[in-house]
């Protein structure tokens, strides 16, 4: 099946973390390609969730040579966003370009490694935009590779990417009816002036330098209907936090903040960095280089990967993605064919040499 095709495929395939049922399908989907290949195939299940995770490999082994991780879950779309569709040199839907345009390039590079004969495997993750546990699920098994190339980013090599804090923030306050508001104490009110204050505590970014710890105000409930004073509200907050940022200290800060009645913490995900200047990160840039025949620049990462779960096992992680696509997590996300097709060569070109 060539590349265009299997990307329009897997673009169909709802996965969402929480739908169980299409990530099964989606696994299926891609074992039917590869098992005929000659691929050694082990599926685990995430207990709890449920949620289903497979690792490939070209050869019987639980730490190949090279390990390629994409991720299968998507954020979630509208449904005609996973009904694909090309126009011009774009390739549009759900995932384009975050992550099924990865997940096609490890499959082609996990058959084009089968027929050579190289050591290469794969895990096709699908939790990674929820903090990756089916990740660390295969880590746990003592699956690895000895070079570790996450597919997760635009055309270069991350070096750094930023922490993430996901809190909960609550305001409480004293109900009553709405015509008469001097009564109560109005929750939402506490929450909006609380996180004036909270913003507070975050340097301002400029053009020049957007590497500070950010703060981002995703989600807001609060009250029950429009003519009674709210007495509950929360708001979700999404931190990312840079090698300078302590996540104790600013929880601390948060709780301490005059209309704050309670901080949760949902999830944290460590500041995660490597060397550069690392042989097999140069050997990587320099090969990729020669067969694209551009600069793969070294770059710092606001988002993040599921490279932080490989920190623990002192893995060698190189963070790289296709580039030449937009509008990630948007209602129009779209890939570059010619783009896409160029980076799938330059990797099996770099397993060629290093596999």
Not at 128 to 142: A, D, F, N, V
Not at 164 to 180: A, E, F, P, T, W
Not at 337 to 354: N, Q, T, W
Request: net charge positive; aromatic share 8%; glycine share 10%.
């Amino acid at each position: 099946m060539d590349s265009i095709t299997l990307l329009k495929k897997l673009i169909t395939f709802r996965t969402t973390a929480d739908r169980i049922g299409e990530l099964e399908a989606a696994l299926n989907f891609i074992e039917k390609i590869l098992k005929p290949q000659g691929l050694w195939i082990q599926r685990l299940t995430l207990k709890g969730p449920n949620r289903p995770v497979m690792y490939a490999c070209t050869k019987k082994i639980k730490r190949p040579e090279i390990l390629i991780v994409p991720h299968l879950d998507v954020v979630e779309g509208e449904a005609d966003q996973f009904k694909p569709f090309i126009k011009g040199q774009k390739l549009f839907g759900r995932g384009a370009c975050d992550c099924k345009n990865h997940v096609t390039v490890a499959i082609q590079a996990l058959i084009h490694a089968a027929k050579k004969g190289k050591s290469v495997g794969a895990f096709f993750t699908t939790d990674e935009e929820i903090g990756g546990p089916t990740t660390s699920l295969l880590l746990s098994r003592g699956f690895n590779g000895k070079k570790v190339i996450m597919l997760d980013t635009d055309l270069a090599i991350v070096f750094r990417q930023k922490g993430i804090l996901n809190l909960k923030v609550v305001c409480r306050g004293k109900s009553g009816h709405g015509s008469m508001p001097w009564l109560g104490i109005n929750a939402n009110e506490k929450l909006l002036r609380a996180y004036e204050q909270i913003k507070k505590l975050f340097p301002a970014t400029t053009v020049r330098d957007r590497w500070k710890a950010t703060v981002n105000l995703g989600l807001i409930r609060g009250g029950d209907v429009i003519n009674k004073i709210a007495d509950y509200a929360e708001m979700l907050l999404n931190i990312r936090l840079t090698e300078k940022g302590d996540h104790r200290k600013l929880i601390k800060a948060i709780r301490a903040v005059k209309e704050v009645d309670q901080v949760e913490i949902l999830s944290y995900t460590p500041f995660y960095s490597i060397d550069p200047g690392k042989k097999e990160i140069q050997e990587f840039k320099k090969i990729m280089e020669q067969s694209l025949g551009t600069e793969l620049r070294l770059d710092s990462m606001h988002g993040a990967t599921d490279a932080h779960n490989f920190a623990p096992y002192k893995s060698l992680v190189i963070i790289t993605g296709t580039g030449f696509g937009g509008n990630f997590h948007g209602r129009d996300e779209w890939i570059e064919i010619p783009g896409l097709l160029r980076f799938e060569k330059a990797l099996c070109h770099y397993i060629d040499l290093k596999g």
